[in-house]
């Protein structure tokens, strides 16, 4: 009986890992699995760890103590993974719930082997991951209905204060795109957006409960979604008068699995906009738009000259030169400005003029305050060390998209003397095209004698040792690459980070 419970105890003990996994995971169901897969394909020694510590769990039932050296095998395994992490457990009432569902789930399995069959205590460390996968699928449905009294709540406040409201969506681009039309939009309203990355009903909720005053004219909500039905249900809640589509791309393929399936999830934002804003660059988002036209009023965006499109925003002249002027398109009518250095793609601002336009921005207001519209955290933030070093910060989100144009800017700043030296664990849930996009990025990013890539961790090491081998250097960490590129980098160089996953990856 005591080896029961000291493998009972043990593996309880394992369990904060995989809790700190969840919460970082953001609770959805399965994503435990899908991390431990993530670091089996990593690191296929992995599999055989894992594999031991099945055969030595299993061998307690004819050598009892093989459960508690089982147990202690476990709280290591994966191998590499931190226990605690740069980021450690927050005990919120979210997390208290789950782990009292998986203690229960935990007692009970230990009640039964303990009467039934005490030579199984070995099966403990072997169910943690499915138990805790059980506690997290028992609780989604639940956390999802205790969310709803918040949800009417914000319901209610938007009814009360009743600001027009501007929903933003897409693959990419949904933040840098949301704060620069606020920016905008507060040159003739008082405009409220949804902060950070709180796209789902809860952030979204909590914006509106928290923040929306008497007096707000416009709430611009940032919309997410893993899947079919997320969007349709957050417009339920905060009905928008105009809708954008930043752009339709790989970010959700994991999840998602087809390109079909994206379009139909982001396009669940368009039916109760009575206007909608749509970057005609991506295909199908072009289709939607002529076919929309007829019952909505539809602002088309590109970030191609010559497109007709009612807004055009296209790059300088000249890439070389820091702050260049780029043109603006608006209904056939062409203006200069200078955007800021830290402004990202050119379709993200020209959406943003596509939504001020929507709820009545004058032209003139719009082209005046574009020369100051904020850069994104996080997002191609350049900023120069005092040695004069040149270091970029795109860690937030990575996407295809972006880390090309964050390259660009990165070997702009170097000019034609300086270095860049990429820093990057590449990109993740980009689903059957994760190994293609992150060898195209690699190839980028070592192609030339001024380049050099560094690799961090092992998720996507062998897709990003496509790059050219004489330039590419693989770290276990993001702070070796970082003391090893800052170190060798001289005045004019460049140093880009380029993602920056989680700890729990691999």
Known sequence: MWIVLVTSALTLVSY?????????????????????????????????????????????????????VGALLFLGWPVGMSFTGAKRLVWTDRVKRLAGVLFVLHAVVTVVIALVAPV?????????????????????????????????????????????????????GKTSTKNYATHLMQGRWSTLASPASFNNAMGLSRAVNDRLQPGTDI???????????????????????????????????????????????????????????LNIDVPELALIAENLRASKRVIACS???????????????????????????????????????????????????????????????????????????????????????????????????GAAAALAKAKRLAGESGTVWTITPGMVELGTEQAARNVEFAQAATASDKMRLCIVGRTNRKALRAGEPARTIAFESRKAAADHALTAAKEGDVVLYENDLPDHYA
């Open 303 to 401: 970030a191609i000259p010559g497109t007709a499109a009612e807004v055009i925003v296209a790059d300088g002249t000249d890439p070389t030169v820091s702050g260049s002027a780029s043109t603006i398109t608006i209904n056939n009518e062409t203006y200069a400005v200078e955007l800021p250095d830290e402004v990202g793609h050119p379709i993200n601002v020209a959406i943003a003029v596509g939504l001020a336009l929507a709820v009545e921005v004058p032209i003139e207001t719009i082209t005046q305050r574009l020369a100051s519209i904020p850069g994104t955290p996080h997002r191609a933030e350049a900023n120069k060390t005092p040695g004069g070093v040149w270091v970029v910060d795109d860690t937030f989100n990575s996407n295809p998209t």
């Open 120 to 172: 199984a205590a070995g099966l403990l460390p072997i169910l943690a991951v499915p138990l805790a996968e059980a506690a997290l699928a028992i609780m989604w449905p639940i956390e999802k209905a205790m969310a709803k009294k918040w949800q009417v709540q914000a319901a209610a406040t938007i009814r009360k204060v009743d600001p027009r409201i501007v929903a933003i969506t897409g693959s990419y």
């Open 16 to 68: 904060y890992r995989w809790l700190r996994v969840a919460q970082r995971e953001h609770y959805e169901p399965t994503r435990l699995f899908a991390i431990e897969w993530i670091w089996i394909k990593a690191r296929p020694v992995e599999a055989i760890l894992l594999g031991a510590v099945v055969v030595v769990c299993l061998a307690s039932f004819v050598l009892p103590y093989g459960a508690i």
């Open 219 to 277: 709430f611009v909500a940032e919309m997410g979604t893993y899947g079919p039905g997320e969007i349709a249900e957050l417009t339920e809640i905060f009905p928008p008068e105009v809708a954008a589509i930043t752009t339709i791309g790989e970010a959700h393929l994991e999840r998602m699995k087809s390109r079909e399936t994206i379009v139909k999830a982001k396009s669940e934002i368009l039916p109760k906009a009575s206007t909608v804003v």
